[in-house]
């Protein structure tokens, strides 16, 4: 039997969105409202297990009387607000975030940024071949996971999974101000020097690929990495007796990495060294 947790009846508030009224639970966010209505809004930093950070812009939505563009990841939705999520000021400032992340950085392992790319007409390419990248290697210094900084989009996910939201680790932070702002370990060491308790879940909830499990980044150096010919299969850890749930992903009759459902009361997506990377026995067939 599958317990669901009932939070306390909120009621329901309406507003206008793109011309058609609009009903939400009081505390919703304008881009909860647009999911509910079947609004594709694109977005990259906003993760559905940690508060909204407001990095990306590309959400961006206009609600009539407000100045400037609002992020719709993180605004409220308020009784009788107007909120179009498709005019032309909307669709121009996604379309200059667009270029200018990709141009600046890789986004070819980004979920649906070809797509929005192509949508919103952006033309990264504009700004010439010199157009600023960091270009770094991938650091490879473990056998669990990679920091490639080249793809990476400053949207503070990872630091705020390993900090107060989730693990409390505070292994990772902002190092750097401006252009030279980056993700960092204490004194840019190695991860094997630093705090960093191989959870993962800074992976979990990377949005570019910036964070990969090793097993990935080498199934995609070596061109074997075919996310349609991978199967997902959830389970329950068996490390200890909290319950955590596991997404098996498997290629090839092979576990190529281990997820966690966001929506689960137990882990909320969230593991342990040992669920997220301790699957090597099962298919020790030796």
């Known amino acids: 039997m599958t317990v669901t947790p009932l939070g306390i009846p909120r009621r329901l508030l309406e507003f206008t969105l793109d011309g058609q009224e609009a009903r939400v639970p009081e505390g919703s966010t304008i881009l909860d409202a647009c999911r509910a209505a079947g609004k ?10 940690l508060r909204p ?13 407000s100045r400037t563009l609002v992020p719709a990841c993180s605004r409220k939705a308020e009784p009788g607000m107007t909120v179009k999520t498709d005019g032309e000021r909307v669709r121009h ?39 600023a990248r960091l270009g770094e290697e991938p650091r490879v210094d473990n056998d669990l996971y990679v920091r490639d900084y080249d793809k990476c989009i400053l949207c503070y996910k990872c630091v705020d999974a390993c900090g107060d939201q989730w693990q409390n680790s505070f292994a990772i932070s902002v190092s750097g101000r401006g252009f030279d702002a980056r993700i960092a370990v204490e004194h840019d060491a190695p991860l094997t020097d630093s705090a960093c308790v ?3 879940n800074c992976v ?36 200890c007796g909290v319950g955590c749930n596991l997404t098996l992903h498997v290629q090839d ?10 929506d689960n009361p137990v882990t909320h997506g969230n593991l342990c060294i040992k669920g997220r ?8 067939r030796g």
């Open 53 to 65: 950070k407001n990095a990306c812009r590309v959400c961006v939505v206009e609600v009539e009387g």
């Open 198 to 200: 191989y959870c993962g």
């Open 204 to 239: 979990e909830v990377c949005p570019t690929g910036a964070l990969s499990f090793k097993s990935e980044f080498d199934m995609r150096a070596a061109g074997t990495w075919d996310e349609s010919r991978q199967s997902e299969t959830t389970t329950v850890c068996a490390y």
């Open 277 to 284: 990377f301790g699957y090597q026995h099962v298919q020790n």
């Open 40 to 49: 594709d809004v694109p977005t990259l930093c906003e993760g559905d297990t």
């Open 93 to 131: 400032s996604r379309k200059i975030v667009l270029e200018l992340l990709a141009s600046s950085v890789d986004l070819s392992t980004t979920p649906r940024t070809a797509e929005w790319i192509k949508e919103y007409e952006a033309r990264p390419d504009r700004f010439g071949p010199d157009a």
């Open 253 to 262: 009759n092979e576990i190529v990495k281990v997820t966690s459902p966001h």
